[in-house]
């Protein structure tokens, strides 16, 4: 049932007891009590109002009305209207939800009736005959509270028509007695005005019941929307605790998992090379030379999910130092050049020499062009080129490209491409070998060292995958100098490191 945005008269106060008593309980509470709730808050708010008028309209009735007279009906009005002050304040005071709706209704309707009818007084007490200035003055002062009633009740048709109803219907009945043609035309008019009024107020009610309603959905959604982030919050951080979790028991499985994989190679080799002698059955020796191989690749398996593991767990701790870049890209370039040779792939390396060295892990360096060319040389086809160009960026970071002439990722899949087990469907329908873990591996490894990994590509445009280092890891001018002397040591090496 909630409702819109905040308005007069509506407060904070009724809309933090929905959200636990009554959207908790499943209560439903009619819109109506929000209604009366509004109409006792704006009666305490201007509670000066008729009070102020009531004094002035006293001052005024002494010129024709002896002073304990205009005194006796201010008090008695002022009294009406105090009534109804002490009984808006019970109301709040009390407890809305449990609390006779009907009773307070009636309450409040019986303290308006009260009024009104101190209000209609002067209609017949101070009425001069013979004195239409008078007349007219009284009338216009009557309409004019009727004015003031709508203005402050006019969301609650109850009280509107106890209050405003019952003065009308005396300045049409004071007109008629008078007898004469305009003073009844003067009652109509009051009549006709107190049908426009009562439309209005009906509209304005229909307009703060919308509002309510809309102001109690809002506060409803707010809720549920409240408990479903908190749920979501929970799942995600048992997902994080899980992933955590699986990390730290891969990467603390480093030596349980290769030590087998390294005697089950090393025995195999022994095996398929004959090294203690020829085996009585030929087969033997392909089936051993088998073994080495799959215990190869299954090895290079687990290496990268036990790297991809410590970067996630956060444990690949960098071992720095001033590399070449050149002939890091180099060593890469020696473990696939047989595949290179094998598929006929030309390579154009494009790296200056006389670019400056970064500071970095020479080991995970290693591991990111040697990803990045397996990758190259595996999805481009036979006949086709490969380039590795390097170059200072603009913020004298420096930007390494690898581009190739394959098949190119579907810009849908290159934000896949970036996460752990996933192949693209190029590499599914080909069936080509991987595992999906090269490129997160590579981006974590660059993320170690602060720097940017990006992929463009397109079906049958080729792809170019560019890694960036920021300007703090290129040794440039007398601190790069510093740190490549051979002579600089470890802790020396760290400390300029971490200056600039």
Not at 412 to 420: K, N, T, Y
Request: proline share 4%.
């Amino acid at each position: 049932m909630p409702g819109a945005a905040s308005s007069p008269g509506i407060s904070s106060e009724t809309a933090a007891a929905p959200e636990e008593s009554i959207w908790e309980r499943g209560d439903s509470i009619p819109w109506e009590r929000d209604l009366l709730t509004l109409f006792v808050r704006n009666q305490i708010r201007v509670i000066l109002a008729l009070p102020l008028l009531a004094g002035l309209f006293t001052l005024v009735s002494l010129l024709w009305s002896p002073p304990i007279n205009a005194g006796a009906w201010f008090v008695s009005a002022s009294g009406c209207q105090l009534i109804q002050y002490f009984l808006c304040q019970q109301y709040l005071r009390n407890d809305k939800i449990r609390s006779g709706q009907t009773e307070w209704i009636g309450m409040l309707a019986a303290s308006e009736f009260l009024i009104a009818a101190c209000w209609s007084l002067p209609l017949f007490l101070f009425w001069n005959t013979g004195s239409d200035f008078q007349h007219v003055y009284l009338v216009a002062t009557i309409m004019a509270v009727i004015a003031v009633r709508i203005m402050i009740a006019g969301n609650f048709m109850p009280v509107i028509i106890a209050g405003t109803g019952f003065m009308t219907f005396n300045v049409a009945i004071r007109c008629i007695l008078e007898g004469d043609a305009l003073y009844v035309a003067l009652g109509a008019m009051a009549i006709g005005l107190e049908i426009f009024f009562i439309q209005v107020a009906v509209r304005l009610q229909e307009i703060a019941r919308d509002m309510l309603i809309f102001k109690r959905q809002k506060e409803r959604l707010i809720v549920e929307l409240r408990r479903e982030k908190e749920r979501a919050e929970e799942a995600r951080a048992r997902a994080e605790e899980s992933s955590r979790a699986k990390s730290q028991f891969l990467a603390s499985m480093s030596h349980e998992l290769r030590t087998p994989l390294n005697a089950i190679m090393g025995f195999s080799e022994i095996l398929s090379h004959e090294m203690f002698g020829p085996h009585g059955v030929e087969a033997y020796k392909g089936y051993a030379g088998d073994i080495h191989s799959s215990g190869h690749h299954l090895l290079t398996l687990v290496n990268d999910l036990l790297d991809l593991s410590r970067i996630e767990a956060g444990r690949n701790d960098l071992n720095e130092e001033p590399v070449v870049l050149a002939a890091s890209i180099r060593e890469a370039l020696r473990l696939v050049d047989m595949r290179l040779r094998e598929k006929n792939i030309s390579l154009a390396l494009n790296v200056d020499e006389a670019l400056p060295k970064l500071m970095a892990d020479r080991r995970a360096l290693h591991q990111i062009w040697l990803n990045l060319l397996s990758n190259a040389v595996k999805f481009t086809p036979g006949g086709g080129r490969i380039e590795i160009a390097a170059e200072r960026t603009r913020e004298d970071g420096l930007a390494v490209h690898v581009r190739d002439n394959g098949p190119g990722i579907p810009s849908h899949e290159i934000e896949m491409a970036m996460s752990p087990f996933s192949r693209g469907s190029y590499a599914t329908r080909k069936a080509i070998d991987g595992s999906g873990l090269g490129l997160p591996i590579v981006k974590g490894l660059v993320s170690l060292h602060d720097g940017t990994f990006g992929i463009k590509s397109g079906p049958a445009g080729g792809t170019e995958v560019t890694v960036t280092f920021p300007e703090r890891r290129i040794l440039g001018g007398p601190r790069g100098e510093v740190l490549s002397a051979p002579s600089a040591t470890q802790s020396q090496r760290k400390l300029i490191a971490i200056t600039r």
